[in-house]
């Protein structure tokens, strides 16, 4: 099993819609959960940061985490094409001085 | 704001030769790490410092080594390139292990 798993996809959405990215992981001990977003060719950036059980609101973006269920999700409403990229769950394991990134999501939004 | 840069955005060597990678970034943080993408294979550490001269082995570390002599400063080195290291490179930095990683720009390397 892997550490941290998303579906490779590709998620389409059409434009407007709400894009859910869903990422699971195996260690109950993680403590902190990030979502980055990466363009073709480009290094990923941070898009939010949850540390605790419940939903996160920045702008059109929304991370939730479930810590019972191992998973956190990320929600794009108004998805917009610009919203097209490749969104990598990473994880922080109790102890370890690392991240875990997932492989992750492929989104495609059409106008 | 957080900057995180590599010395080449762009580097095509020949098998056998040694190869330097360099990252260097502003925020003082302890945490330095490097980082190999590849297509369908996702980030896979290679390795990552937590102090000034301490490492630790990644995933992937064959074939590659590192030195941190200052804080700032994180230094991949490939001994011998070969083929199957083309790749891109990204080297990232945090505060601490549990915080947010902020990454560089990238480097694409092609070994001939």
């Known amino acids: 099993q892997k550490e941290v798993e998303q579906n490779s996809g590709p998620l389409s959405v059409p434009e407007g819609a709400i894009a859910s990215l869903n990422c699971t992981y195996s260690?109950?001990?993680?403590?902190?959960f990030f979502w980055y977003r990466q363009y073709s060719g480009k290094s990923p950036e941070l898009i939010m940061f949850i540390y605790s059980n419940g939903d996160k609101e920045d702008g059109r973006f929304t991370a939730q985490l479930n810590k019972a269920s191992q998973y956190v999700s990320l929600l794009i409403r108004d998805s917009q094409p610009s919203d097209s990229a490749t969104y990598l769950c990473a994880v922080n394991m109790l102890g370890f001085q690392k991240l875990v990134f997932g492989t992750g999501t492929r989104l495609l939004v059409s106008p | 704001d957080v900057k995180v840069t590599q010395s080449s955005r762009y580097l095509v060597k020949r098998t056998g030769e040694k190869v330097f990678l360099e990252c260097v970034q502003d925020m003082d943080h302890e945490n330095m790490f490097w980082y190999r993408q590849d297509p369908g294979l996702g980030l896979r550490l290679i390795y990552f410092s937590y102090d000034v001269k301490m490492k630790e082995k990644g995933d992937i570390p064959e074939g590659y080594s590192v030195s941190r002599e200052k804080k700032e400063r994180f230094s991949l080195i490939l001994e011998s390139a070969s083929t199957n290291q083309t790749s891109m490179y990204l080297c990232?930095?945090?505060?601490?292990?549990?915080?947010?990683?902020?990454f560089g720009p990238g480097t694409r390397l092609l070994v001939l």
């Open positions: 260690d109950r001990g993680s403590q902190s």
């Open positions: 990232a930095s945090s505060l601490s292990g549990q915080e947010t990683q902020y």
